[in-house]
C-alpha cells in the first residue's frame, strides 16, 4: 500500500487549493488562464479557421447535398451560406466567456450545471470528442495511403495481405495507418497555447493546395457545366424544409466546434481578439472549401462520369486517368496537405477537446497535455476501421448527435447572455461550499438538467424514423432535418425561463448586492478583492498581475483607472 501511495503522489498533478474546505480538485490547466499563457494573437483566430476549413469531410460536402437534396445549386450555395453565418454567430458569442474569464468549457459548465452536475455535461463531450479522433486518424491514414502509391505505384497497391478478412483493414491499410498514427502522435505532446504556430503553418500550406486541386478539375472538365453530378436524390421533405436542412447539416457538423470555443478563446489576449478575426477567418474560408468542393466534384463527374464523395477515391480516380509523373507528383502534395490538414482539424475539434474533458473529470491525474496524450494512445482502441464498417446504426447517432449538443450550446448561451448578463464568481467555479454561487441543490442545477432533457424531445422521434425509416410520419421527418434548430430554440428558452423562474444565484451570499449590469465582474477577472488567487489570477493588487502582461497590451493602464474608479465609487460605475 505505501508503495501506491507513493506511486499515486508522484503521478497526482498539484494543486495548491485541495486542502481547503469544499474545494474541487483543480490543477494548472483547469484554473485560470494565467496572463504570461494568453499567447493567442488576433492573427491566430483568423488562421486558426482557415485551417480547419481545409479539410476532407467540408470539400465534399457541398456536392453531397446537392446529389441527395434534390434542390437546385444555387438554393444549396444560398442554404449552406446562410448555415456558416448563423455558426459564425454562435461561434463568437460562445468565445465570449473564454476570452472574458479565461476559463474552459469544462469549467464554465459549473457556473450553468452545477458544482457536481457539470461531470456529466462534460463527459456528453468527451464521448464523442474521443470517437472521432480516431475516426479523422483513419481518414488521414488515407490520404497518406495515396501518397504512397503516388511514390510506388502498383507495389504499394498490390502489397500482400497478411491479415484475416475478419480483421476489416489490409495489411497495406494497417501500415498506412500506423505510420499516419506515428507522424500525428508528435502533435498530442503540444499544448494548446503553443499549438498556434502549426495552425499558422497549416494555414498557409494546404490552401495552396487546394487552389491547385480546383485548377486542375476546372481545366480537365471544363468546368462544373450544369452542377449535375448524377442521380438527384428525392428528398420527402417540402421545398422550404428541404433547404432548412441544408442549413441544419453546416450547423450540425460545425456545432462540436461552436461548443469548443471556450477551450481556445481562453488563451486571447483581449476580448475583441476572437470576434472580429474569428469572423474573418471563419465566414470567407467556409464558404470557399464549399464552393471549391462543389465545383470539382461537378467537374470531375463531367469528365469522368463518376462523382467521388470520398477525397481519397477522387484522387486515385485521377492517378487512374491521369497517371504519369505530373500527376502523381501533383496528387502527393495534395494528399501531402490534406493529410496535414487532417490532423489539424483533429487536434481543434477533437483532440484538445477531448483533453480538456479528460482534465476536467479526472484533474488529479490529467492535465491537458496529458490527456492528449492518452488520446493519441486511445485512437488504437477504438479501431475505427471496424467501426466503420460495422456500426452504421451508431454512425446515425452520431451524426444525430447535434439534438443534444444544440440544447446544451442553448443552455451555455442562456445562462451567461440572459440569466447572468456576463457575470461570473471565479472562485466560486472551485468550491462546493453552499455558500457559492454554483452550489444549487447540492451542486445540482436540476431545473437546468430538465431544460437540456426536455429539448431534444421534438428531435427524437425523427432520429428513430432515422433508425427505421418509414416507421412514423412525414411531420417527424421534417422536424428532425431541421433539428439542430429547433432543439437550439428549445434549450435556450427552456433554460432562461426557468432560470428566471427559479431566479439564478448570481453572486456569492455575501456579495448578494453586486451591481449585475453586464459583464461588471470582467473588471477585475470574476475576482472579489477579499478573494483568495486562483493559478496566478485574481483581483488587481493581490497578485503581480500586470508585470506578467505583455508590454504591448495598451489596455492595461485604462483598465487600472476602471477598477480604481469603480472601488472609489463603492462599486458604482460612474
Not at 464521448?127 to 490520404?143: D, R
Not at 480537365?220 to 422550404?240: C, E, F, I, M, Y
Not at 451591481?515 to 485574481?538: C, H, N, Q, R, S
Request: charged letters at 15%.
Amino acid at each position: 500500500m505505501d508503495a501506491l501511495k507513493k506511486f499515486d503522489k508522484f503521478i497526482a498533478t498539484e494543486d495548491a487549493h485541495e486542502k481547503e474546505p469544499d474545494a474541487i480538485r483543480s490543477n494548472y490547466d483547469l484554473n485560470p488562464t494565467a496572463p504570461k499563457d494568453r499567447t493567442w494573437r488576433k492573427y491566430n483566430y483568423v488562421l486558426i479557421w482557415l485551417q480547419s476549413a481545409v479539410n476532407v469531410n467540408e470539400f465534399n460536402t457541398g456536392a453531397s447535398l446537392i446529389a441527395s437534396t434534390g434542390l437546385p445549386y444555387g438554393q444549396v450555395i444560398g442554404a449552406c451560406i446562410l448555415g456558416i453565418v448563423v455558426a459564425c454567430f454562435f461561434t463568437v458569442v460562445n468565445a465570449r466567456v473564454g476570452s472574458s474569464y479565461h476559463i474552459g468549457y469544462p469549467t464554465y459548465a459549473r457556473a450553468v450545471y452545477g458544482t457536481r452536475l457539470f461531470y456529466f455535461f462534460v463527459f456528453v463531450r468527451l464521448f464523442v470528442a474521443i470517437i472521432w479522433n480516431s475516426v479523422q486518424s483513419y481518414y488521414g491514414s488515407k490520404m497518406l495511403d495515396v501518397m504512397f502509391r503516388c511514390i510506388f505505384g502498383h507495389k504499394w497497391v498490390n502489397l500482400p495481405n497478411h491479415l484475416p478478412e475478419s480483421a476489416q483493414i489490409t495489411t497495406r491499410g494497417m501500415v498506412a495507418f500506423f505510420l499516419y498514427w506515428l507522424l500525428q502522435m508528435p502533435l498530442m505532446w503540444v499544448h494548446p497555447r503553443q499549438i498556434r504556430w502549426f495552425f499558422t503553418f497549416k494555414s498557409f500550406f494546404t490552401p495552396m493546395a487546394l487552389t491547385g486541386l480546383f485548377i486542375f478539375c476546372m481545366i480537365r472538365g471544363h468546368g462544373p457545366g450544369n452542377w449535375d453530378v448524377g442521380a438527384k436524390g428525392v428528398s420527402t421533405l417540402s421545398t422550404g424544409n428541404t433547404w432548412m436542412s441544408v442549413v441544419n447539416t453546416v450547423m450540425g457538423t460545425l456545432s462540436p466546434m461552436i461548443i469548443n470555443q471556450p477551450d481556445i478563446s481562453r488563451y486571447a489576449r483581449n476580448k475583441s481578439d476572437t470576434v472580429l478575426y474569428q469572423a474573418i477567418g471563419f465566414i470567407p474560408s467556409k464558404i470557399v472549401v464549399l464552393l471549391f468542393g462543389m465545383a470539382s466534384t461537378c467537374a470531375i463527374y463531367r469528365a469522368y462520369g463518376q462523382a467521388y464523395w470520398n477525397m481519397w477515391d477522387l484522387f486515385d480516380a485521377i492517378l487512374d486517368h491521369q497517371w504519369g509523373a505530373g500527376a502523381r507528383t501533383g496528387i502527393f502534395f495534395c494528399s501531402l496537405a490534406f493529410m496535414v490538414a487532417t490532423a489539424g482539424t483533429n487536434i481543434f475539434a477533437n483532440s484538445i477537446p477531448f483533453a480538456c474533458d479528460l482534465s476536467g473529470l479526472l484533474p488529479r491525474y490529467f492535465t491537458i497535455l496529458r490527456a492528449q496524450i492518452l488520446a493519441g494512445v486511445l485512437i488504437w482502441a477504438i479501431v475505427p476501421w471496424k467501426f466503420l464498417a460495422n456500426a452504421t446504426q451508431f454512425l446515425t447517432f452520431l451524426g444525430s448527435y447535434s439534438i443534444f449538443v444544440a440544447p446544451l450550446l442553448g443552455g451555455l448561451l442562456a445562462d451567461y447572455y440572459v440569466l447572468r448578463r456576463g457575470n461570473l464568481h471565479v472562485p466560486s467555479l472551485y468550491t462546493r461550499s453552499p455558500q457559492g454561487a454554483y452550489y444549487y441543490y447540492k451542486g445540482f442545477n436540476l431545473w437546468g438538467l430538465g431544460a437540456w432533457c426536455l429539448s431534444p424531445v421534438l428531435g427524437i422521434p425523427g432520429l428513430y424514423n432515422a433508425y427505421h425509416p418509414g416507421a412514423l410520419n412525414k411531420v417527424a421527418s421534417e422536424i428532425y432535418s431541421s433539428g439542430w434548430l429547433y432543439t437550439f430554440i428549445c434549450g435556450f428558452v427552456l433554460h432562461a425561463a426557468l432560470g428566471t423562474i427559479f431566479k439564478t444565484k448570481i453572486y456569492p451570499d455575501q456579495h448578494a448586492e453586486t451591481p449585475k449590469t453586464w459583464e461588471y465582474m470582467t473588471e477585475t477577472d470574476g475576482f472579489f478583492e477579499e478573494d483568495a488567487p486562483i493559478g496566478g489570477v485574481g483581483y488587481p493588487g493581490s497578485v503581480d498581475y500586470y508585470s506578467e502582461r505583455s508590454e504591448n497590451d495598451s489596455n492595461d493602464e485604462e483598465k487600472l483607472k476602471v477598477i480604481t474608479s469603480i472601488k472609489s465609487t463603492g462599486g458604482l460605475i460612474m
